[in-house]
């Protein structure tokens, strides 16, 4: 289908009677992004789904749009104000409350590693896991848990093992350097690659919850 045809699709079918064929053009090469009524539209039009178009959702934004909702929605979901939201969305800096995020999670069905990324919480999540793997991992159970929106008990597994797993690192770093050391490419490597090691080890519940 041409750029017009695509266009006098949406203005038939969906009544978007503004859209014209360089909206398409502009659309396809990322030079501006459809609303989301356009997106819903332009996926009516070309027979498939908004999540299609998108691909991979990489922010709230795209995930909102994937889902075909509007700003509102998620602000109505999440007990959020509209403006409150959008800033939230737009910054990707995510403030709410503990009952929010899983509202959040849930209206847009995301699981705890989307979650995590979408609202800018990488950082707070691996330095929870370090201080886990470094320390005591039972005393950053509910911490991480409650990040996550998921039950502690799923974590019990993940958090032993990846702390086994450093600790034995960490070990045999003391003992090649003679006690000398603390750290080691091994240790260090694990450390940087922290929030894979958890994201393979979450049990499936935990991981689409």
């Known amino acids: 289908m041409a750029p017009g045809h695509v266009a006098y699709g949406m203005r038939a079918s969906y009544g978007m009677t503004h859209v014209t064929a360089d909206h398409i053009t502009a659309w396809e090469r990322g030079i501006s992004l459809p609303s989301a009524s356009e997106?819903?539209?332009?996926?009516?039009?070309?027979?498939?789904?908004?999540?299609?178009?998108?691909?991979?959702?990489?922010?709230?934004?795209?995930?909102?749009?994937?889902?075909?909702?509007?700003?509102?929605?998620?602000?109505?979901?999440?007990g959020l104000d509209v403006h409150a939201y959008q800033l939230m969305e737009s910054t990707g800096e995510w403030t709410g409350t503990a009952r929010q995020s899983a509202a959040?999670?849930?209206?847009?069905?995301?699981n705890p590693r989307d979650f995590i990324t979408v609202t800018g919480l990488d950082g707070e999540l691996t330095q929870l896991l370090h201080d886990a793997v470094g320390t005591r991992w039972q005393a950053h159970t509910r911490p991480i848990a409650r990040l996550l929106?998921?039950?502690?008990?799923?974590?019990?597994?993940?958090?032993?093992?990846?702390?086994?797993?450093?600790?034995?690192?960490?070990?045999?770093?003391?003992?090649?350097?003679?006690?000398?050391?603390a750290s080691g490419e091994a240790g260090q490597r694990y450390l940087e690659e922290i929030l894979d090691h958890f994201w393979s080890k979450l049990p499936p519940s935990g991981a689409g919850s």
């Open 39 to 78: 997106l819903a539209a332009l996926a009516g039009a070309l027979w498939c789904s908004p999540s299609q178009l998108i691909g991979a959702p990489r922010n709230l934004r795209e995930h909102r749009l994937a889902r075909g909702l509007a700003v509102d929605d998620i602000a109505r979901a999440t």
């Open 104 to 110: 959040l999670a849930a209206v847009l069905a995301l």
């Open 149 to 181: 929106s998921v039950d502690r008990r799923e974590l019990s597994g993940p958090l032993r093992e990846m702390h086994q797993e450093y600790q034995a690192l960490m070990t045999a770093t003391l003992s090649r350097a003679g006690g000398s050391s």
